[in-house]
């Protein structure tokens, strides 16, 4: 009868110490860093953006990527300015996709999107990436959570006149 019971307090105790570590804790809850910049290159007078988003997971569990929600977009500044004095983003569309050939991140390791190049327009001041990334919760990923990054790419040197 006594082992019967010891036995019984045992699972309890595993079952409350399961319970706590894994539903309750957040030991395995998605922890994912996420960056976004850019390089801009010139080639016979014309200048080209090439967009690259990061993906690091600093957390203890597997990640599964959502490609519906995520993505990114490009947005180009040509000088003009509001009243406030800050530029004005022109773009946004379309939506790129994001980490298609990736269904998932394993703990500790980082990807990155370096698929598309971008043609500059000739008065291009700036460039600024825009991304999102949506991932499912949970065991049964009844709901999402999204990481955004934005970063700005610029100055772009202007051609110079007369050439």
């Known amino acids: 009868?006594?082992?019967?019971?010891?036995?019984?307090?045992?699972?309890?105790?595993?079952?409350?110490?399961g319970y706590f570590n894994f539903i309750k804790s957040r030991t395995y809850f998605p922890r994912l860093e996420m960056t976004a910049s850019g390089d801009i290159r010139q080639r016979n007078g014309r200048q080209y953006l090439v967009p690259r988003i990061t993906l690091s997971n600093i957390g203890k569990s597997k990640v599964r990527l959502i490609e519906s929600g995520s993505g990114y977009r490009v947005w180009i500044a040509r000088g003009a300015t509001d009243d406030t004095g800050a530029l004005v983003w022109l773009g946004g569309k379309p939506v790129y996709d994001l980490f298609i050939h990736h269904k998932w991140i394993e703990p500790g390791e980082t990807i990155f999107d370096e698929l598309n190049l971008f043609e500059l327009p000739y008065d291009c001041v700036a460039a600024?990436?825009?991304?999102?990334?949506?991932?499912?919760?949970?065991?049964?990923?009844?709901?999402?959570?999204?990481?955004?990054?934005?970063?700005?790419?610029?100055?772009?040197?202007?051609?110079?006149?007369?050439?």
């Open 128 to 163: 600024k990436i825009q991304s999102r990334l949506v991932v499912p919760l949970g065991w049964a990923y009844k709901r999402n959570s999204e990481w955004n990054y934005s970063a700005i790419v610029g100055p772009v040197a202007l051609p110079k006149e007369g050439k």
């Open 1 to 17: 009868m006594a082992s019967h019971v010891g036995t019984l307090i045992g699972l309890a105790a595993a079952g409350v110490w």
